[in-house]
C-alpha cells in the first residue's frame, strides 16, 4: 500500500519509536549500551500485575519489539465480562497497520457476541436500543488493558458499533442455537473479517468530504491484512482459533519433571499440505498460477487472512475501488476466481489438567530465530531463575536442614537469574541475541540498533505472550484429572 495513502489514512500514528532511535543513535548504526538495550526490550512489555483473574490462570506477561514502523502487530488480553472467560491474542498484521488495529479493538467483542445465549443476545440488543436514543454506547462486553504505545481510533468507533449491533440482532434472528464452542470462534472470525469487507465496500458508494476521512480508514483495514491466533479459555476448557501462520503452543510437566510442548496452532502456509489441496481444490484449472514463489498468487505468503480484500472482492468491484484510490498496482496478476483468501480459522479444542504449566502465543517473527522448543526451554529456564528475583525469607519456625536446601536451589536460580523480570521480554533477547556460548550483547546490540527503514528487512514485528495456569486450580477441578485421563 503506498505510503501517501497510508498518511493519509492514519494522521495520528506515533512516532515514539523513531524519536526514540534518533536520540541514541542519531540516526546512524551504533552500538547500544547495555540500558539502552533494556529500555528498546522493555518498551512494550505488560504483565497482569494487579489484575484480578479468572481462575485456571494464574498471570500473563506480554512483550513486543517493533521491526516496522509504525509497528504491525497487536496483541489482547480480555476478559468476557458477558459471556464468560478469557480472550488472549496475537495479531500479526501486514501491509500496515490498519487491519490489525481494527481487529485488535473489535475482536473480543465479537468474540463475546458469538458465544452469548439468546437471553443475554436480547439484554444487549435492548441495551444497544436505549443507547441509541441518547449517545449511542456500547454495552462493556469485555474488560481489556492496553499496553504501552496502544491507542484507539476515535473515528472508527461509531462504524464498529454499527456492524456489531447487526451481529447481535443476526445472532438473535439465528435459528442455530448450537452449544459448539469451536464453530462459535469460527463464526465470530468470519463475520469480523466480512465486516471489515463491507466497510471498505462502502467507500465506494460514499465519496463526499464529511465521509473521507472514514472512507480512508475502512479501506486501510480492508486492503491491510493480518494473521491471528486467539485462545479461549473458558474454565477447564482451552480453544486455540487460529488464520494463518501465528504460533501457539502449551507447555508440561509430568510427575517425573518431565516437560514437554503441544503445537495447537495450525500454520496456514505452502508448507502444510492440507491447506494447498484446499486451495487448489477450490480454483480448479488455476494450478499454475493460484500459489506461486510459495505465495498466494505470487504475492501473500499466509494462505489464509484477515482483510487483505484485494484477493477476496469480486473482479469489477475490485478494480472500481483501486482506480478510484489509484491504487492498481495492488491488483493481482492471475485475478480470476475470488475469493482466494478466507478469515476462517482452524480451532484446537485442549482440555487443561495440573500437568499444563504454560502457554505461549506469538507472531511469526519470533520463529525465525526460534522453534517452539527453543522458545518453551527458555521460559522454563526464566521460571527456574525467576527464584533469584525474590528475596529470601527466613520463617521463624525453619530448621537449619530446611534453610540448607532452599540456599542450595536458591543458588542454582542464581546462576540462572535472569536480566529480565518479564518472561517474554526474556525470549524476545535470546531470540535476537543468543549464540551457541549463551546471550552475546554485541549480537543484542547489533540487532536492536538498525534503524527503522533497516530493521524491517533483518526481521520482523515480535510479539510474545505467555500465559500461566493455576495448577492446583486445574488439579482440583479438571474433569480429566478427576477421570483419571491425561492430555
Known sequence: MSSYFLTRAYPYLSYQIRSFHLQVTGGVKTKLTPQQINHVLRLREASSAEVELPPPIKSYEVSQLAANFPIEDRCIEAQLLRAGGMLFSVIDGHGGPACGQAISERLADYVSVALMDKDGLDRIAREMDASAQSNFQLPQLVSRRLHPGDYLVSGQRTVHLKWLKNYVIDRLNSKDDSSDISQKLKDAFVRLDNDLSSCGLESLDENDQATEQNNLENLASSLSGAVVCAAYVDDC?????????????????????????KSLAAQHTHENKSEMERILKDHPGEEATVVTAERLLGQLYPLRAFGDCQYKWPVAKLKAILKNYQLMHLFPNGYATPPYLTAEPDVVHHRLIGHNKFMMLSSDGLFDFLDERSAGELVIEHMS??????????????TLAELNVRLKKRSVAQSKKPDDSNVATHVIRHALGSTVEGLDVKKLSQALSASVEEARYQRDDMTVQVVFFDTDY?????????SGKKS
Open 237 to 261: 476448557d482451552l480453544y486455540v482459533a487460529s488464520t494463518g501462520d501465528c504460533s501457539a503452543f502449551i507447555a508440561s510437566r509430568d510427575d517425573e519433571d518431565i516437560w514437554t510442548t
Open 385 to 398: 531463575g525467576r527464584r533469584a528475583l525474590q528475596p529470601f525469607v527466613v520463617t521463624p519456625h525453619s
Open 474 to 482: 486445574l488439579r482440583m477441578f479438571s474433569p480429566m484429572e478427576s
